[in-house]
């Protein structure tokens, strides 16, 4: 099934820092694709990688579950620790769940993560439903486009298959009691009006995760997909200082080549 046009992954070869940004359920790269493109402008090495069954049609994701989606941004991870001296991770959303996993599983070998509006657990109340439903029926209306900002859309599906969102709820409980192994540096930037993750979920992580090193910032001006919208501009400011302070060698020769995808 071809990849929708600006659903498609994006990489970039860098200087020694190494950025993988990990994109949301149903969403795709086209998310983050400004962000990456713009780390990309600073000379660091970027991957943005598509996750299995996302950017094609609804059908696809519904073959596909959690270790899929990990198993795509672990390979990632591992060939930019090859590469890079340093590799940071973003996530956005279900990516802010992949990234604490990653954080928890590699430990050293991730510098630091940033997460804008992470998932850590479904608030439907109908969710409980999901292991009996998922045989039932096929599919349920998706939330797209969550952005305050207008003539802002996001590149995504407007169904979510049932058999995709049981595993993505296994997944939540899979990062939590995870989440105790993350020690890395964290910014987390998360919007008071978000209405796909609740505000709850970045107070649990929070709580949680064993990070010492810790910077919460609000996003006041914009909804759940903060990377197309009014904050977008600080997101990627406030990460990029972020790496900067946690590595000042290698942002010092910001070398690259013409970014592609």
Not at 52 to 66: C, E, K, M, N
């Amino acid at each position: 099934m071809p990849v929708l046009p600006g659903a498609e992954p994006y990489r970039h070869e860098g200087g020694e820092i190494g950025v993988l940004l990990c994109h949301g359920f149903t969403g795709s790269p086209q998310s983050l694709r400004p962000w990456a493109e713009y780390l990309a402008a600073r000379g660091l090495t970027v991957s943005l990688p598509l996750l299995p069954g996302h950017g094609t049609r609804w059908q696809d994701l519904a073959l596909t579950g959690w270790q899929d989606w990990y198993a795509e941004v672990d390979r990632e991870l591992r060939a930019l620790s090859e590469r890079c001296k340093h590799v940071f991770v973003f996530g956005l959303s279900m990516g802010g769940a992949l990234t604490l996993r990653l954080a928890a599983k590699h430990g050293e070998a991730v510098s630091g993560i940033v997460l804008v509006n992470p998932f850590n657990k479904m608030q439907d109340p109908m969710a409980f439903a999901l292991p009996v439903a998922r045989h039932f029926v096929r599919s349920t209306k998706g939330v797209l486009s969550d952005i305050a900002k207008e003539g802002s859309e996001e590149l995504g599906y407007t169904r979510v298959p049932l058999h995709a969102a049981h595993s993505l709820r296994q997944f939540s409980r899979v990062v939590d009691a995870e989440l105790p192994q993350v020690t890395q540096p964290l910014l987390l930037l998360h919007s008071p009006q978000d209405h796909v993750v609740a505000p709850a979920d970045s107070a649990r992580i929070l709580s949680r995760v064993s990070s010492s090193d810790v910077t919460e910032i609000l996003l006041e001006q914009s909804y759940h997909v903060a990377t197309l919208d009014h904050d977008a501009d600080r997101i990627f400011d406030e990460s990029l200082a972020f790496v900067g302070r946690l590595a000042p060698d290698a942002l010092d020769s910001r070398e690259g080549t013409t970014a592609g995808g």
